[in-house]
């Protein structure tokens, strides 16, 4: 408040110091007057005006719509109808400006229009500020000014003064302030200040302030106030809120300081206390460098107690949370990037940190922070990261730390570097690229990350992949792809079971050293496509379906790296029958290993798409428009030719299509060509041997999301915006009652539809879920607002997560209230607050019940 009013005056003053120049210097133009018809620049920088005060450096252009005056008799110039003057950012407007040149008293005020409302009021603009007042009296000689009813604006706020004095040192006394964030010419809030001094670059004194709402003093007061003026990032306290959890008492929250570091850098101290043992502290920052990076870092730690030590619903942690986002500009450093988003919590500050329910049934949660390099006209790339991931539901995480990976893309060796007839040899078709990743990963309980209980919980490898590849096309319809695949990896140990027979047990032990495992694989395909079309009879409303398949069949061969040749697999007892089970000495690596089994096997697929041209009336160029039936389906299975049973794989399906532009339906599933036995264990018999049934359905899944809205805000009926949008005009124009409700679909308005279905049956018992969920926002008049989520589980006969919120504008005031009914979160908010950030954390009223609180039963 204190430093708009500096600003915003001191400019004021120079502005009248402005006017009075121009009024003593020599021609003065017009762009309609009776003395002067041109317009023109005035030179006060000639020799005739050097010993006139003040020198005005820069040509000034004054213009008024109806005339300019001189009163040679009285000494008087007057600008009438719209008076401008300009001096290089600045300007000033009235629709009379009138200068005394005997007592050196420049005057501007607006005038009366037809109504007799009170027009052009004088309005001073410099660059991208301005403020309007109703006169202003200003001495260049004393340099005092006297200024009424006076209106400046500087970011959100907006003073409102009856009467301003400005003083021969530039300082300020005004009377009967207001100041508010409310744009409102009759303001429906502010704070009320008697009178006030005002002293640029140092410091602002108030008198008695008091807060008034609607007209309506309140009993918030202050005695007096002094405000220190500070240019550029300014530090300060940050208001506190105030209120009661039953689970941890009376609280005073978000009670902090705010340091302005600079202009790229600042910082967020704020901490809560709670009456019964609870308490919480935050650190958030925030910094920037042009064109180079931008980020921010929040850390909060809290101590949770919850009821009395000794009881069975007593509860006590130490929790904490940490924040981080960084990106980086990528013009800052071309072919090198830095970025992060750290989001890691403790069970404990999710619970009762986070203010919003639905983040508390996010199940998981996953963090990077990632360097990446890449050279101009180079094919290979560099990426060094620290990943994490945890699981909220069992609070287990999972690091990489680090994780490594260096890629070269497809290089082609013996392509040619000047192929000057455009040919292609069969040799350059040939291809391969190059990926090793190194991961190093800990998996680990929340209760064990604290307590450093590390040991044997890392995992760390070196993976190396090269894939070969070639293509080339056969009858000019047939595409083919030869292929290998080389894999290596590389550990630092190994395992070794054995049976303890002493002890009845199974043991797995640790064996270091290094040890490298690889696989190969190869393989080829081909793939065409294949159109088939139905014409409709000429004249017919549809003018053909058009159906697209695409076919593809690939083999592959794998060797058995079980064989003992290798090394890779040994045997071993696991019961006290004396049973013998093959394992693999890199099963617990964080690669895997090589697989036990050859496999011969081939892969088919096919896929579709079927569309319809139809009859449009609004294509004015063909007259048609394409509608996809069936956007796409899928069908894909393979065969191992040296598998000893089972060498048919299930058959699996999916497809997707969109219906009337509004409905997206996407299904797929699996069918097992193998009969069951009564029991229902799969057999290797074919179902069609057994039952001349071709397949079975194990699984299912559907989903359907229809999504419908009506008018954007802006195609608002405004005619009716008193009335509720609700009901119709019809309704109220043919006299019907107002509460039939007839939909007006012209009001801003969405809703969404999403169902899904998911049916498994791997045996002869057979299980289903479906979940549908509805949300919704709908605008009804141009100050309410409702909005709402819900759904509802049929598998488990009950409502899914509900919440309604309402949201009322109140001009420069916002009204929100929030409703659980339902569930573990059941709980409802209410707040009111100032709309503008300046003053929405000190003019707030909130009240809420917690889901905390009605979890431990209070």
């Known amino acids: 408040m204190s430093r708009t009013t500096f600003i915003s005056a001191r400019k004021l003053a120079f502005a009248l110091v402005l006017l009075s120049a121009i009024c003593i210097s020599s021609g003065i133009s017009a762009n309609r007057g009776i ?7 005035v030179d006060t920088t000639s020799a005739d005006s050097t010993n006139k005060k003040p020198k005005i450096d820069d040509p000034v252009f004054a213009t008024s719509e109806d005339s300019i005056t001189y009163n040679i008799k009285d000494k008087k110039v007057s600008l009438y109808g719209k008076g401008n003057i300009k001096y290089q950012t600045s300007e000033l407007k009235a629709n009379f400006i009138e200068l005394n040149t005997t007592n050196k008293v420049v005057f501007a005020k607006g005038t009366p229009d037809s109504t007799g409302r009170l027009a052009g009021k004088p309005e001073f603009k410099d660059g991208s500020e301005s403020f309007k007042m109703e006169t202003i009296y200003y001495n260049f000689d004393t340099k005092k000014a006297k200024i009424t009813n006076i209106v400046t604006k500087q970011e959100d706020g907006y003073l409102h003064s009856t009467v301003s004095k400005k003083l021969p040192d530039n300082s300020f006394n005004i009377a009967n302030g207001k100041y508010t964030t409310c744009d409102h010419e009759h303001p429906h809030f502010y704070i009320n200040v008697s009178k006030a001094r005002v002293i640029p670059g140092k410091k602002i004194i108030v008198g008695p302030s008091n807060l008034v709402i609607e007209d309506v003093p309140l009993p918030l007061f202050i005695p007096f106030g002094f405000f220190p003026i500070n240019s550029g990032r300014a530090s300060g306290f940050l208001l506190p809120t105030f209120g009661e959890e039953k689970t941890r008492g009376f609280y005073i929250g978000d009670a902090g300081y705010y340091i302005g570091l600079n202009d790229y ?6 901490g809560s206390i709670y009456t019964l043992g609870s308490w919480e502290a935050k650190a958030n920052t925030r910094y920037t460098k042009k064109y180079r990076y931008n980020g921010s870092f929040n850390f909060r730690v809290m101590h949770n107690v919850i009821g009395d030590k000794g009881s069975t619903d007593y509860y006590k942690s130490n929790d904490f949370s940490i924040n981080w986002s960084h990106s980086q500009d990528p013009k800052a450093h071309p072919g090198t990037t830095l970025s992060a ?5 403790t069970s404990g500050s999710r619970y009762f940190g986070y203010q919003n329910p639905q983040q508390n049934l996010a199940t998981s949660a996953s963090s990077s922070i990632s360097y990446a390099k890449s050279w101009k006209d180079k094919p290979y790339n560099l990426s060094i990261g620290l990943t994490h991931s945890q699981n909220n539901t069992d609070s287990v995480y999972t690091f990489g730390l680090p994780s490594l990976s260096f890629n070269v893309n497809r290089i082609q060796p013996f392509q040619r570097k000047n192929n000057t007839d455009g040919k292609v040899r069969w040799y350059e078709r040939f291809a391969f690229s190059y990926s090793g990743e190194l991961n190093n990963q800990l998996t680990i309980k929340e209760k064990d990350l604290f307590n450093g209980n590390f040991n044997n919980k890392f995992k760390n490898g070196i993976r190396h992949t090269i894939p070969f590849s070639y293509n080339f096309n056969l009858f000019n319809y047939l595409n083919f792809s030869p292929n290998a695949t080389y894999n290596e990896r590389w550990y630092l140990s190994t395992i070794s079971k054995k049976w303890n027979n002493s002890a009845k047990r199974l043991e797995v032990d640790t064996i270091k050293g290094f040890k490298r495992a690889y696989d190969y694989n190869f393989g080829v395909g081909t793939s065409t496509t294949l159109y088939g079309m139905f014409i409709f009879k000429k004249g017919s409303a549809i003018q053909a379906i058009r159906h697209k398949m695409t076919p593809s069949i690939s083999y592959s061969y794998t060797p058995d790296f079980s064989n003992p040749k290798y090394g890779y697999f040994k045997t071993v007892q696991t019961d006290t029958l004396g049973r013998i089970q093959k394992y693999s000495i890199f099963e617990q690596g964080i690669y895997g290993g090589p697989t036990s089994g050859n496999s011969s096997a081939l892969s088919f697929s096919l896929g579709n798409n079927l569309e319809m041209k139809v009859r449009s009336k609004k294509d004015t160029v063909t ?8 956007e796409s389906f899928s069908l894909s299975s393979s065969y191992n030719f040296i598998a000893d049973s089972m060498k048919l794989s299930n ?3 999916n497809g997707n299509t969109n219906l009337f532009e509004k409905l997206s339906v996407s299904f797929g599933g699996s069918l097992s060509p193998y009969a069951l036995t009564k029991n229902g264990q799969l057999t290797k018999e074919y179902l069609f041997d057994k039952e001349k049934k071709l397949a079975r359905l194990t699984n ?7 999504s419908l809205a009506g008018a954007k805000p802006n195609n608002m009926n405004t005619a009716n915006a008193s009335t509720n949008p609700i009901i119709s005009q019809h309704s109220m124009e043919s006299g019907m009652p107002a509460y039939i409700p007839y939909a007006n679909f012209d009001v801003p308005w969405d809703l ?17 879920s479906q979940i549908f969920n509805v949300s919704g926002n709908v605008k009804l008049t141009k100050k309410w607002a409702v909005n709402a989520t819900s759904g509802y589980d049929f598998s488990m006969n009950k409502l899914s997560f509900t919440q309604i919120g309402i949201t009322r504008d109140l001009h420069c005031w916002n009204m929100n209230f929030s409703w659980i009914p339902i569930g573990q979160f059941q709980s ?3 707040s009111i607050r100032v709309t503008s950030s300046m003053l929405g954390d000190a003019l707030k009223y909130k009240k809420n019940e917690s889901y905390i609180d009605r979890q431990y039963g209070y």
């Open 35 to 41: 003395r002067n018809t041109s317009k023109s620049a």
């Open 265 to 270: 850098w600042d910082l967020e101290l704020r």
């Open 341 to 345: 988003s750290v989001n890691f919590s």
């Open 623 to 630: 007259g048609y428009k394409k509608i996809k039936i069936l």
């Open 651 to 653: 058959i699996s399906f």
């Open 700 to 706: 299912f899944t559907l989903s359907l999301d229809w």
């Open 752 to 768: 969404r539809f999403s169902y899904s279905f998911n049916y498994s049956k791997p045996g002869l018992n057979s299980t289903t």
């Open 828 to 830: 409802w908010n209410f």
